[in-house]
C-alpha cells in the first residue's frame, strides 16, 4: 500500500514537473513574442517619424518649386518687355527685340503712289526766308565753271541767287563800371545810388550769367562744373562752379521770398490730375515744391 502511494506521488510530482516545464516553456515563448511585439512597435514610431520627415521634405520642395516657378514667370515677363509693350527705351531692347522691330519696318508695304519725304497736309518745320534781314551782304561773283573749270571773267551775267543763314553774334563779355552817386542827408546818413545789379563796392556777374547758369544747371540737369565748363566754352566767360551753385541757391531765396512755394502748392491742390516723374536727377541744390 506504501508502495503504490509513493508512485502515484511520483507520478504526480514527475506531471508537476513536466507542466511547470511546460509553463516554463511557455512563458520563454511569451517573453520572446512581447520582445517582437516591442520591435515591431520601434519600427513602427521610426516608420512614422521617417514619413512625418518626408512630408516635411516634400512640403518644403513643393514651396521651393513654387517660388522657382514664380521667379521663372517674372523672368520671361521681363524678357518679354520691350519698348513695343513697355515703357523700356529702345537702347534697352534685347538684340533680339530689335532685330524683330528692325524686321517689321522693313516688312511694311509702302505704297506705289507715295513719294519720298513729307507727305501732303503735312506741316513743315523748315525756316522761311524773312524779308527783312537783319544784314545784306554780296558775295564775290565765281570766277571759274563749276562744270568744265573755265575762266569765267566774260561770261554772261544772269540774275542774283540767294541764301540766308540765320545765327547768332559771338558772345562778347563786357565789364561795366557803374559810377554810384553818394549823397548825405541833413541828419547824417549817407546814402548810395544803387547798381542795376549786384552790391556797390563788389564785382559780380550780370543777370544775363545767372540767367544762363540757372538755365543750364535746372532745366538742362547739367551738373554744376560742366555748367561752369559750357558757360566758358559758349559765353567766353570762365565761372567757377561755386558761382554755379550759389545761383541756384539766390534763385531759391528770390523765390521764397516772392511767396512761389505757396503759390505752386495751391495751383496743384486746385488740379483735379497731378502728374509726377519718378526719374532720378542728380542736381544743385535749388527750390522745390516739397
Wanted: a neutral charge; charged letters at 25%; proline letters at 6%.
Amino acid at each position: 500500500m506504501n508502495a503504490r502511494l509513493r508512485q502515484v506521488v511520483a507520478d504526480k510530482d514527475e506531471l508537476i514537473a513536466a507542466q511547470e516545464a511546460l509553463l516554463a516553456a511557455q512563458s520563454e515563448q511569451l517573453s520572446d513574442q512581447d520582445e517582437r511585439l516591442k520591435l515591431q512597435a520601434d519600427q513602427i514610431d521610426t516608420q512614422a517619424q521617417l514619413t512625418d520627415t518626408q512630408g516635411e521634405m516634400l512640403a518644403t520642395q513643393a514651396e521651393l518649386i513654387k517660388r522657382l516657378q514664380d521667379e521663372m514667370a517674372e523672368l520671361r515677363h521681363q524678357l518679354g518687355k520691350t519698348s513695343s509693350n513697355s515703357s523700356t527705351p529702345p537702347s534697352k531692347d534685347s538684340i533680339a527685340a530689335k532685330a524683330k522691330r528692325r524686321a517689321d519696318r522693313s516688312s511694311r508695304v509702302r505704297s506705289k503712289d507715295r513719294k519720298p519725304g513729307g507727305q501732303p497736309g503735312r506741316k513743315g518745320s523748315g525756316l522761311v526766308p524773312t524779308p527783312d534781314p537783319d544784314r545784306t551782304e554780296r558775295v564775290p561773283p565765281p570766277e571759274q565753271c563749276r562744270g568744265c573749270h573755265a575762266d569765267l571773267a566774260g561770261a554772261a551775267e544772269l540774275g542774283d541767287g540767294w541764301a540766308q543763314v540765320w545765327d547768332v553774334l559771338p558772345a562778347v563779355p563786357q565789364k561795366a563800371h557803374y559810377q554810384l552817386p553818394r549823397r548825405r542827408c541833413g541828419c547824417g546818413t549817407v546814402t548810395t545810388g544803387a547798381a542795376p545789379f549786384g552790391q556797390a563796392g563788389t564785382v559780380s556777374y550780370g543777370p544775363n550769367l545767372n540767367a544762363a547758369a540757372v538755365v543750364l544747371g535746372s532745366e538742362g540737369n547739367v551738373p554744376v562744373e560742366r555748367t561752369a565748363m559750357l558757360i566758358h566754352a559758349l559765353l567766353g566767360v570762365e565761372v567757377s562752379a561755386g558761382f554755379v551753385a550759389r545761383t541756384a541757391e539766390r534763385l531759391a531765396d528770390k523765390l521764397g521770398a516772392a511767396g512761389f512755394d505757396e503759390a505752386m502748392k495751391a495751383a496743384l491742390r486746385g488740379e483735379d490730375v497731378l502728374c509726377g516723374d519718378e526719374s532720378v536727377r542728380h542736381e544743385a541744390p535749388c527750390h522745390r515744391v516739397g
